[in-house]
């Protein structure tokens, strides 16, 4: 079992930045992902990072200003959030998957945060 809280969400105008965290309990050691839903659309990709050589990988709308990463001491994954733009408004939400797994797909993530909203002003 996995537990996973999010926080960090908030409003900025568009070329802000947010950081936000995810703090894991249990079995941590694990793949995480950072997923998001806008209104009416589907849950999409945007970051994942596998626990033991710090593999990442991004969606292509958020290469270069997306960063992911974490502290494993911590228990936590971070995905610092920079040049936001109205596009990024979401609820973003904190995944793990199997520590062997290392890609996008969300039916490989088993374990879900409760979400956290970011929305981004023009």
């Known amino acids: 079992q996995v537990q996973l809280v999010e926080s960090g969400g908030g409003l900025v105008q568009a070329g802000g930045s947010l950081r936000l965290s995810c703090t894991a309990s249990g079995r941590t050691i694990r793949t995480y992902g950072w997923f998001r839903q806008a209104p009416g659309k589907e849950r999409e990709f945007v970051a994942a990072?596998?626990?033991?050589?710090?593999?990442?990988k991004y969606a292509d709308s958020v290469k270069g200003r997306f960063t992911i990463g974490r502290d494993n001491a911590k228990n936590t994954v971070y995905l610092q959030m920079n040049s936001l733009k109205p596009e990024d408004t979401g609820v973003y939400y904190c995944a793990a998957s199997p520590p062997s797994y290392s890609g996008s797909n969300s039916e490989a993530y088993d374990y879900w945060g409760q979400g956290t909203q970011v929305t981004v002003s023009s």
């Open positions: 990072i596998t626990w033991s050589v710090s593999y990442t």
